[in-house]
Every structure is written in C-alpha cells, then in structure tokens.
C-alpha cells in the first residue's frame, strides 16, 4: 500500500466538482459531486439518530438498490427537519441532477451538513447544477472537498494504492466534520471511491467493518448528527477483482480501513477548537466490548478533555471516567499509564517530578493506556481536547 | 412548610464549625465538622463511580450502623487513589475527631473533596481538629458551608420548617459542587439534619427517593466523581415523630425533597462558568424511565449547552439530542417548545421571527418542554449552560 494524492479522484474513472451554489451567505463553495464515469457498486452507513435528515432518508432508500452514480453534497444546511417540504426540495434536486447526467433517480445519493430546521434554497441549487457538471473533472477533487467543509478549517482528502492480482486499485476519499461528532455511529460525511471491483454486498459488509474501527472510535464532543453518512462507490475500472472471502477481500480491505482511519484521525485533529489529540487504550478488559465502553468513556468525559486543553496532568479525573463506565472492574488492580510513564500503579497515583507531569500532556498526540487486570479485551478511541474555542465556535454558530 | 435561617444548624441540636486547617494553599477554610448533641439517627447516598475515594469507603461501612454524631468534611484533597496509606491517613484523622469528642468511630461519618490521587496532609488535620471541635456552634453553619467548597462561588444553605401532629420539626442543609456533577448519582458532598424522629430504615428510604428526584436529576458536565456523599441526620429533638405509611413520613418527605431539591438548583446556577438554568421536561414518553433517559440526554449534550451559552437558539440541536437518545420515539410526532413558544410541531422546524428567537434563551433560567407524543411518561433535569468559564476552570484546575 502507499499514499497517493488526488482524494476522492484517485481512484479511475472518478470526478468532482465543488461550486459556491450561494447556499452559505459567506459565498463560500457549498455544493460538491463526485461523479463515476460508470455505474459503480455502492454502500452506505447512516447516523443511528432517530431524527434523520431528509438526504439520509432518501439515500438510505437508494442505496438499497447497491448500486450509483453520482453523490450530490450540499454544505449550509442541513434539510433536517423540514416535513414534507424538504422532502420536495431534495427529490427536486435529485432530478436537476438525474437530468444533467441522464441518470436514473436511483442512481443519485444525497447528502446535506449545516443548520437544521431551515430550507434549503431550491432554486439556487437547482440553477448551480449544470455548472457543477460541467466542472466535474479528475482534478477537481479539492474543490469538492472544500465545498463540504462547515465549520471545518482544513480540507481532508486521502488516498492510496494497493495490489491483488498484479493488479493496482486505488482507493481514496474525503470528509468533513468537526462537531457533533459522537462516537456511536457513522459520525460525518464521507465519499470512498475505488476502481476495484467489488460485489455490492461484500462492499458493504467492508464498509460496516471499517466505519467501527474508524469514524466509530472517534469523539469530538459526543453528539449525534441528523445527518451523518458515509457513502462508498466501487465502479471497477482498474480490473482489480475482489473476492468475498480470498485475499484479495482482505488486502482490499485494509486499504479501506486505512483510508477511512486516516481520514477519521484528520476529523479529530481538525475538531472544533482541538489543539491536541488523545488517543485511549484500554486493554485487561473482561470484554472486547467492555473494553470499547471504558475507552469512549474516558474519551468523552469533559474533565479529561478540559485537562487535556490545559496540558496540566490530573490523573483522577481518566480514573474517575474509567470508574464510571459500566464495565467489570476493580479500583485495586488500576493501571494506568500516559504516554509510557506509570502514573496510577494498582490503583494508587504514582508519585511523579513536577519536570515529569509538566511534561506528560505537552505533546500533540497524547496516548493513555489503561489496563484493567480483568481479562483480555482490548478497545481505543480517539478524542481531542474541549478548548475555549470549542465553545466558542458554538455558543455563536448561528440561526 | 417556611424557609428559616441557619442551614445545616436549623434543625434543634446540631452544631457546625469551619475552619482552615491549611490544605488549600489559598488559606481558605477547608475543614468543616458538624455535630449532633446526641447520637442521631443516620442514613447517606454515595457516589455509583467504582473507584471510591477513601472516606466514601469507610463512610459506606460505619453508615449500616444507622447511627452517627459527627461529619467530618475536608476540602481541598480527595483523599482517592492513595490506596493503603491514604486510608491510614483517614482512619488517624478519624481517631482525632472521635477522641476530641469522645465518640465511637462508628458514629463519625467522613467526606473529601478536591484534588485525587495526593496523599491528606495528616498532621495539619489532626492538629487542627481540637479548635475545630472548640468551635462548633449553632451560628457557624456558614464557616462549615463555606469550608466544603473548593471551585464554588457560593455558599448553599437551604432550611425549612414544617409540622406534623402539632409538633414543628425542621429540615436544614449544606452542600458543595460546582464540577463533576453528574445526573446518574449521589452527585455532591451534601448534609442534612433534621430534628425530627425518623426510625434510620425509614431515613435510608426517603433519603434514597429525595436523592432520586433532586442531584438525581441534575447535572453540570456530566461527570461522575468519586467523592459524592449525601449525609442525612435526624436527632428527634423537636418531638416530631416520623412514623412509615403515616401522614408524618408524607411531610417530612416533602420537606426533605424541597430541601434537597432547592440545594441541588443552587449547585447548578453555580455550576462551573455558568450563566444559565435549562429545565428539560419531557412529557408523552413511552414510559417514566425513557422520559427521564430522553431528559438527561438534552441535558447532557455540549451542542445545546452551548447553544444555551450563546443565547442563540438552535432548535435542531435539541431534536437531535432527543433523536439519539435510546428511547421509543417517532420524529414525525415531537414537538418542542421553549418557554411556552412552540418551535418544532409534527418534526418540523416552526418558523419564529428574530425578534422572537432572539429571546426565547435570554432569561435566566429556560424551560424546555418536548412532548414525544408516544405514550404518558414524563421526566425532567435541570442543567446549566457551557461556557468558555467551565473550560478556563477545569482546563486551568491544577495538579
């Protein structure tokens, strides 16, 4: 496997555009498609939130067929909430789309981030829609990664390559996301592209697989999205044939987790307000499971998050989110350790230098492992710190 | 039932006193003791975390007796993760309090709050409990209200008197929290005393369901610590006799939850950084517990905390929070309305002016109701908002 560039384009046969639909009242672009010159095999994972965003009710529907053409973004708002208007609205963007590409509607998935409980504006993102066509071009992969982007401040595009078969298959992607950010589900917008060929059910079980070890072991702030999707498109055209249960299943699959980590990993890092990352093991776990609930729960607490903002050390605050978690555990056998120096030994702090401790949480990645001495499960997730800015960004986020 | 004066001392025969004994580095008083003139019936709640702190330990076991005199509280360390040493460290200070008043260990109740994970300064304390019990008093109830606090800003006193068979008894209190206030839980260091006569299994019962529906149903972060104690001491000095399934258990259970219930809204309005109350109602819920599930998640989420910071209201971020709860639910159904405007009708965003959005979250303290209009169930919390305050606080709180 290596990195390449080009995102959601890297793999043949893709293209993207992003334009300014005049959606957002700052005039940045806020309309984005990415395109598959053939029809592609698709899957999709969707927020598990019961109030859901009319483009996830119509892709969910879509996606069923396992099988796409084009994904149509819209940033600035997010058509949730909005009855059977928004309804209307999205089918009557889906067909300016299903026009412009001489589709079919089921050919066409939709996804919107941004305010909810507004309209989106119609017209104008029906009026946009040729132009953006006309764009789509294999070099305009940044232009629609940018179009997603919200309160994001850096655009997230990764891609590589991988072989089976002596053959070379690309897969690469882009995502936006930096608040409501919750752990428990799909979490943000996402498109993978590949030229492999792969079988739409085998597409998606991969998908299902990767989103739990990627965008599912991320928190920003622990809430749950209306609107969060992650849309992946394999249309073959590099010849690379995947095969449910044969290597090719599992070389294909690692590059998928690679790149839905990686990006993951770019959405906390790009966090509303995060100046740091951290990354939770837990292992000793009487469960695998048990193991996951100690990790998210050290990873969401407000007291670990605050402490990481201000770098000072304060060690009871992860046991004390440890011993709040609903796990099998016993205060006696505690370790804990953060960034390889013990600091709770049998749960008892361990004495450290103020040279140490001033130390220990001054590093842009920040790892803290936690083992439990109950049995053998193992999880991780990974948070960034709850600044100032974090709140700020959303005490103004605006009506 | 009237409010009086004197707090934790309004109750006949209970004494209070506070004083510094040097643990905070500040010289703020950080030693509080309050005392029964006679052996009190006695009853507490404590923290659900799994890593307890020292003196919950101990407080847990000597609390079966059903009997105290003594509350022995320090601010300023925690006394938790100090394993072995740390409960020596207790018991010495324990040994200091029952020889100072020649009473059994048994019938002194401990609690610690402040820093975890560092060792009590033993000596200091000790040194200073023979002045501490010199100066216990009816009138000192605000030395000892002030010398549990550590980041609060105000002291939290609440007392009532009420009457059962001609007999005036009353109900009085103290507590302190401002951070790591979690609605799962005991959720602070609280003391109450009574002069009524409460038979202790009785105490331990209407304790546990004023609990319930008092910290039980706030919370500030969300947080869950691992010093949270509520003490409750009923010494029968009024004559008030609190008899099970009498009229005199219906009074005094009322004058204990308004008591209980008063306390833990003055630990929200001064919860950490915060400028706001929010009062979640949920009502039309499939059953009590989804409702309350439903209310703590509102409450709980960072987006409508700080949305509740800003002023600005986001009416999405509440339906996404009641979404993600893990609750029967039906977004075509929920309504919401905030102070009595209705803002979302049938799962659709109610368009509101500005001028009338631009109040709806001005007012001190906010109500917001959502109707799930799926069966009879009601819950409700109260929370505080999300400020760059709670973050300077807790990101700044040292080692």
Redesign the interface.
């Known amino acids: 496997m290596r990195p390449v560039g080009n995102g959601v384009t890297a793999a043949a046969g893709f293209l993207a555009a992003g334009v300014s639909a005049g959606i957002k009242p700052s005039g940045k672009p806020d309309l984005a498609l990415v395109l598959s010159e053939t029809r592609a095999a698709a899957a999709a994972v969707f927020t ?5 965003a009319v483009p996830v009710v119509i892709s969910r529907q879509r996606i069923r067929h396992g099988q796409a053409r084009a994904v149509l973004i819209n940033s600035g708002c ?1 058509n ?4 059977t ?2 309804r209307s609205d999205a089918l009557a963007i889906s067909r300016a789309v299903e026009q412009a590409l001489s589709v079919r509607s089921s050919e066409v998935l939709l996804a919107s981030t941004g ?4 309209r989106v504006p119609v017209a104008q993102i029906v009026r946009a829609i040729p132009g953006l066509v006309e764009h789509v071009d294999r070099a305009h992969h940044t232009a629609a990664a940018e179009a997603i982007l919200t309160t994001d401040l850096q655009v997230k595009e990764v891609a590589l390559q991988a072989q089976v078969d002596g053959r070379t298959f690309s897969v690469g992607g882009m995502a936006k996301g930096a ?2 950010i ?1 752990p428990s589900m799909a979490t943000m917008l996402c498109v993978v592209t590949t030229d492999a060929a792969v079988p739409a059910g085998l597409l998606r079980t991969l998908l299902v697989e990767a989103a739990a070890v990627s965008f599912n072991r991320i928190t920003i ?6 609107n969060d999707s992650v849309f992946l498109l394999a249309n073959g055209q590099s010849g690379a044939a995947i095969r449910p249960g044969q290597r090719s299943a599992r070389v294909f699959s690692q590059a998928l987790t690679r790149v839905m980590t990686e990006l993951a990993l770019l959405l906390v890092k790009d966090g509303e307000g995060a100046t740091r990352l951290l990354h939770v093991e837990v292992i000793g776990a009487r469960t695998t499971e048990q193991a996951q609930v100690c990790a998210r729960q050290v990873a969401c ?3 670990v998050k ?2 990481l ?9 992860i ?7 609903p796990i099998t ?1 016993d ?1 006696r056998r ?1 370790d804990i350790d953060i960034g390889g120096q013990m600091v ?1 030994r ?4 361990v004495p450290v230098s103020r040279t140490v ?1 001033a130390q220990l949480l001054q590093a842009d990645e920040i790892a803290v492992r936690i083992n439990l001495h109950v049995g053998h499960g193992s999880g991780r997730m990974t948070t960034c710190d ?3 800015d ?3 960004i ?6």
């Open positions: 598990r939130n019961q109030v859901q997010a949730c909430l909005t009855g208007p928004g305010i909810i409980g507004q608040g409501m919750a702030d622990g809430d749950m999205s209306t607490s407000p007291l605050t402490m903002a201000g770098g000072d050390p304060n060690v009871g605050r046991a004390a989110a440890v011993g709040s978690a555990m205060p505690l709770v049998r749960g008892a702090v401790a709850l600044t100032e974090y709140v700020k959303n005490a103004r986020y605006t009506t």
